[in-house]
């Protein structure tokens, strides 16, 4: 089993940044990479960004590319979402997953083992 703990959402004005961070425990080992998904109410949950453990390769959704940048700490097994220039759309709660399929995956049904979900809000 792998637990994920996603922490740092919050409130932001427009224009803003904010940094998420999720933490991955127990058979690390297993996964081989870690992705953020997020889900603003009434629509489903889409892919944002999932990066590699052993390359460090990443992949962005079309939306995010240029404002938001996912990393790893390898060490630390700990996952981050740089996320700046911020845009209302941007609202949602955001959930860090793993998955344990070596193929480049962008749709939730392929990950894993996921986080509870940490809300960031985007104010204009």
């Known amino acids: 089993q792998v637990q994920v703990v996603e922490s740092g959402g919050g409130l932001v004005q427009a224009g803003g940044s904010l940094r998420l961070s999720c933490a991955a425990s127990g058979r690390i080992f297993t996964t081989y990479a870690m992705g953020w998904f997020r889900q603003a109410p009434g629509k489903e949950r889409e892919f944002v960004a999932r990066?590699?453990?052993?390359?460090?390769?990443?992949y962005y959704a079309d939306s995010v590319k240029g404002r938001f940048t996912i990393s790893a700490d390898n060490v630390k097994n700990t996952v981050y979402l740089q996320m700046n220039s911020l845009k209302p759309e941007d609202t949602a709660v955001y959930y860090c997953a793993a998955t344990l399929s070596q193929r480049l995956v962008v749709i939730a049904a392929d990950y894993d083992y996921w986080g509870q979900g940490t809300q960031v809000t985007v104010s204009s």
């Open positions: 990066i590699r453990w052993s390359s460090g390769s990443t």
